[in-house]
């Protein structure tokens, strides 16, 4: 059987169902039959009384004249037929059917009805048998009358068939009201599933137990302590990266200074002194890499609730971080360009902030060719406040899109990087409820626009 919870409740409501209907059917049935025998025993019984009735000595000797009454109370559009058998004891037919099966052990003044068959035909039949007295002679007079079963089988049908009708309307109205219940009482289970299904990997908040039933409850706050203890090994590993980046800071400091000392002191050595400063590139960007995983688990670990419940304005953090990057830009020959238009203000924290608008523009100086633009837009639209991160660089390829979010993604790799910007970025703005998308100009212009929108609290 199916596994479908829905299907096995209907079967369980169904089956009893139909066996209910069968019983009750059944006895229906019997009912009308019961009721049907005695209708036509009647009319058979007053039709052989009738005939006995009609049964009279005349000059010794016994006749009978069969009144047409006797026949007529069998008329029915069914056509039935109907036999009779008048016969004496001493075995002389006075009228009638000479083959009538009839029976002997009839006795006086009890009808006695049969099940017959005459001709082939089953019919039913009653024996009736009247005492004959003249002149001290006494005779029993045998009466039978039978008729074929047409008009009693439509009886039963008649009597029956609305009552099966009814039952079975009463079922199919039952199982589809039980199919409209079933898929209104099933609404909430499946909401719990697509909440679950819809949910993002790291969305760790407890599905909402009210205005459940009570018997999905104990399911849910199963699922709810499976994703609390989810919450706990995830913050765990947070906590681990962001200790081990911490941690490897000051050896990485340390190390740089060390190299700084012994570049200073091999001026004689041309090729040591070649080593020394690839070494310190590659500590650089070690140290770059080291900073950015620790960025992206204090991004991570931001919660808006928790988030200093400062107001900031994002256009003077837009304008420190374009003055920070100036530099870069002008020897990648950029120009770096910015629209703001007055001050923007929104709840968040002003460091991670400031590593979100960082890291776009980083991208868009270092993604673009020498000559190109660069234009940071901050814009108030209430409710909501928007960064813009616009450049006319050659875009991201199409099939990079959708990862380029991805920790550890990079679509381009002459460049250096470590891939972690835009998951950084990303992680910023939804500690901050706000939303990050990534576009593309049209055709002729190039480039990326990257957008961040937040609410609006000035
Ligand atoms: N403005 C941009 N123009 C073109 N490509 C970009 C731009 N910004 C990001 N990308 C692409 O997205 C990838 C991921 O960016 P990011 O996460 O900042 O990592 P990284 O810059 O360290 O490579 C980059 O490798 C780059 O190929
Ligand atoms: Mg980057």
């Not at 679950?196 to 908040?205: C, I, K, N, S, T």
């Not at 200093?308 to 971080?321: G, W």
Request: with cysteine.
């Amino acid at each position: 059987m199916t596994n479908s919870l829905r299907v096995r409740l209907l079967w369980w409501l169904l089956v009893p169902l139909a066996i209910y209907v069968f019983v009750t059917g059944k006895a229906a049935y019997d009912n009308a039959r019961h009721t049907a025998d005695l209708v036509q025993e009647n009319t058979l019984l007053a039709s052989a009384r009738m005939i006995a009735g009609e049964v009279e000595w005349s000059d010794g000797r016994l006749l009978v004249d069969i009144p047409p009454a006797a026949l007529e109370v069998f008329a029915s559009p069914e056509g039935d037929q109907v036999f009779y058998n008048v016969s004496v004891d001493d075995g002389r037919l006075l009228a009638g059917v000479p083959d009538f099966p009839t029976r002997a052990a009839a006795h006086r003044d009890t009808p006695d009805y049969y099940d017959a068959d005459l001709d082939g035909k089953p019919i039913r039949a009653v024996g009736f048998v009247r005492q004959m007295y003249d002149n001290g002679a006494i005779r029993r007079v045998l009466v039978s009358v039978g008729k074929t079963q047409a008009s009693r089988d439509a009886m039963v049908r008649e009597l029956w068939r609305p009552q099966l009708v009814r039952q079975i309307e009463m079922v199919l109205l039952a199982v589809a009201l039980a199919c409209i219940g079933l898929t209104f009482e099933l609404r909430p289970l499946l909401k719990v599933k697509k909440e679950v299904m819809d949910r993002d990997p790291m969305q760790l908040e407890p599905l909402r137990v009210e205005r459940m039933h009570t018997e999905l409850r104990p399911i849910v706050e199963a699922i709810n302590q499976c994703i609390a203890r989810l919450g706990l090994q995830v913050a765990a590993q947070r906590r681990f990266i962001a200790d081990a980046a911490h941690q490897l800071r000051t050896p990485l400091t340390l190390l740089e200074t060390q190299l700084q000392f012994a570049r200073q002191h091999c001026e004689m050595e041309p090729s040591l002194n070649e080593t020394l400063a690839a070494m310190q590139r590659s500590n650089r960007s070690m140290v770059g890499l080291t900073n950015k995983l620790l960025l992206l688990a204090q991004a991570e670990a931001a919660d808006y609730t928790q988030l200093a419940r400062r107001k900031v304005d994002l256009a003077v953090i837009a304008q420190d971080v374009i003055e920070d990057l100036a530099m870069f830009a002008q020897k990648r020959e950029i120009d770096l360009g910015a629209e703001l238009d007055g001050a923007a203000w929104i709840i968040g924290h002003e460091g991670l902030l400031t590593a979100l608008v960082y890291n776009l523009v980083e991208n868009a100086i270092r993604y673009t060719q020498a000559g190109g633009h660069v234009t940071v837009a901050v814009t108030r639209d209430a409710p909501r406040v928007t960064l813009s991160v616009i450049d006319d660089g050659p875009g991201i390829p199409a099939e990079a899109r959708s990862r380029v979010f991805e920790p550890f993604y990079r679509a381009s790799a002459d460049t250096e990087g470590t891939g972690l910007g835009l998951a950084i970025a990303k992680e910023i703005v939804q500690a901050h409820r706000g939303e990050i998308v990534l576009a593309h100009r049209a055709h002729p212009d190039r480039g990326v626009i990257v957008t961040a929108v937040f609410t609006d609290v000035s």
